[in-house]
Nanobody, 122 residues
Framework: VQLQASGGGLVQAGGSLRLSCAAS????????MGWFRQGPGKERELVAV????????YYLDSVKGRFTISRDNAENTVSLQMNSLKPEDTAVYYC????????????????WGQGTQVTVSS
C-alpha cells in the first residue's frame, strides 16, 4: 500500500493550494479518503473526508466554504482544493484511507501517506 501526497508549499494568506494524493496497492474505491493535518505542537486533526463513492463529505468547521475534497476512483486519486488560506492552516497535511467516511479520528484510518507541508504566511 502506498499513498503519495503532493502539492504543499509556501503561500501568502488568501492564496490557494491544491493537494493531491495518489493511492496504490489496495482497492481504492472501497475506502473513504481523508485529509488530516498536524500543526506544530498540535494533535493530528481531520480536515475533510469523502466517502468511497464520493456521495458524502465532511469538513472541519474552520475550513468549511474554503476547502473542497474530491476523488477520482478511475485514477485512484484524492484531492484537497484549499482556498482563502489562513496562517492557522499551516501544518503538515496527510492523506489517509479509512473504512468509512464517518470515521473522524486518526486511529480509525488504516493507510497513511507521508505528509506534505503547507505554510501560510501572514
Amino acid at each position: 500500500v502506498q499513498l503519495q501526497a503532493s502539492g504543499g508549499g509556501l503561500v501568502q494568506a488568501g492564496g490557494s493550494l491544491r493537494l493531491s494524493c495518489a493511492a496504490s496497492g489496495y482497492t481504492f474505491s472501497n475506502y473513504a479518503m481523508g485529509w488530516f493535518r498536524q500543526g506544530p505542537g498540535k494533535e493530528r486533526e481531520l480536515v475533510a473526508v469523502i466517502s468511497d463513492n464520493a456521495l458524502r463529505t465532511y469538513y472541519l468547521d474552520s475550513v468549511k466554504g474554503r476547502f473542497t475534497i474530491s476523488r477520482d476512483n478511475a485514477e485512484n486519486t484524492v484531492s484537497l482544493q484549499m482556498n482563502s488560506l489562513k496562517p492557522e492552516d499551516t501544518a503538515v497535511y496527510y492523506c489517509a484511507a479509512g473504512s468509512s467516511w464517518y470515521r473522524r479520528t486518526a486511529g480509525e484510518y488504516a493507510y497513511w501517506g507521508q505528509g506534505t507541508q503547507v505554510t501560510v504566511s501572514s
